[in-house]
């Protein structure tokens, strides 16, 4: 079955960073474009970035461009977030999703001093 785990949340203060990783199996990942959303406490879920099956095609939130990165390792199954320059506005539940619709658990990023 299809099985997407989050990793690398926590609390970091404002103006850090934190990398996110997701873990992915189940469906043959390189062929499958995949996606990063967030969903803070009592808003909706939104995106925040995306990338092609190969890598060499992303897509960013206005909201984010330029301080996250992402990117994919196909070898190891595996699609990263690089955050930085992080903002108390950037705290949510951070989740990936594959362009089948499957999701992870989601991850807890809180930015705070």
């Known amino acids: 079955q299809v099985q997407l785990v989050e990793s690398g949340g926590g609390l970091v203060e404002p103006g850090g960073s934190l990398r996110l990783s997701c873990a992915a199996s189940?469906?043959?990942?390189?062929?499958?474009?995949m996606s990063w959303y967030r969903q803070a406490p009592g808003k909706e879920r939104e995106f925040v970035a995306s990338?092609?099956?190969?890598?060499?095609?992303?897509n960013y939130a206005d909201s984010v461009k330029g301080r996250f990165t992402i990117s994919r390792d196909n070898g190891k199954n595996t699609v990263y977030l690089q955050m930085s320059s992080l903002k108390p506005e950037d705290t949510a539940v951070y989740y990936c999703?594959?362009?089948?619709?499957?999701w992870g658990q989601g991850t807890q990023v809180t930015v705070s001093s």
């Open positions: 990338i092609a099956s190969t890598g060499r095609y992303t």
């Open positions: 999703k594959n362009s089948l619709n499957d």
């Open positions: 189940g469906f043959t990942f390189s062929r499958v474009p």
